[in-house]
């Protein structure tokens, strides 16, 4: 079992079966996020071949993402002034995601990925798009 953590707060857990579970921290980002440790990507970190899946909390409030991914090829790449993390995969790939809200905030609903049934918390989708962004929507009362 291994824990990595990158600069945006995302962590992940890999499990003994190979499989991974990966938990993203929404929370979001302070607003003097902008500096030296801010991180702006040049370029899709993908290689060819692979479908990149964003993750960003677009809401207010803190919540959770967790990513499960049987095949994730690479670390996320974590956007701190975005609060946002990428994950490599190849075609095919199944990807579940569970969105978690913080203390008071509620979980309103995903935005571009998982419409059919966007209040349900738990998306789930097999990557076959040349990517996919998935937004989580956190708000406090």
Sequence with gaps: MAIGLCAAGCS???EADDSELRTIDASPPPRDAAGPDAFTPDADPCIPDLLRVTLVNLGSAPGTVTVTV???LQEPVCDQVLDS???CVTPGTEVSLLAAPSGSASFTGWNVCCTDDQDNPLCQF???ADGIECLANFVLP
């Design 126 to 128: 097999v990557i076959d």
């Design 12 to 14: 992940y857990l890999i």
């Design 85 to 87: 993390c990428g994950y």
């Design 70 to 72: 049987a095949d994730i």
